[in-house]
């Protein structure tokens, strides 16, 4: 018996268009964001099984940590972005055994709209959340996002989870590129240098 081909180049892969879904070889997946999460959510369990303790996983941004980072005693410190500005970060975060999920435009363009008025958010620039569950806390950055000025408020309801967004004040203090965090209440504890 012939052994399977596993080289992801030449294996065939489905893609979808409105009427139909073909198989191409040698393209990859173009991954969705909740199923990427739950791909890092997997991937920490393997690490687990195999006795990792402590680790740091990011994909495009989203951050599974466990554990500590070294030397021990220090958490994991995780970097949010700027929105306007891609080779600065708005702030560091410090994590153990938790997960992060931005939301925003400034990767993808405008592509979150809120689902009843069908327009993207004006007040707010990214949205970040902080939880036990990268899958959730994706859903809760995008949902956050789309609600605009609101959505911090709606996630500050959310068991476990918090929230930190930047948003497009104008009377932003300028020696911070422009922008101003706001967050919810239980927030703060995540800030590394606070």
Known sequence: MAAANSSPVSAPVARRSASSRSLTPGRAPRQRPRARARFLENAGRILESAGARNYCINGGGDVVARGEAAPPGH??????????IADALATVLAIRDGAVATSGAYERGEHIRDPFTAQTPIDIRSVTIVGPSLTFADAYATAAFAM????????AGQPDYEGCAITTDPDADPSAFGRRLV?????ERYFADR
């Open 183 to 187: 967050w919810t209440t239980g927030f």
């Open 148 to 155: 605009d000025p609101t959505g911090l408020a709606w996630v």
């Open 75 to 84: 958490a994991w410190r995780i970097g949010i972005r700027h929105p306007l």
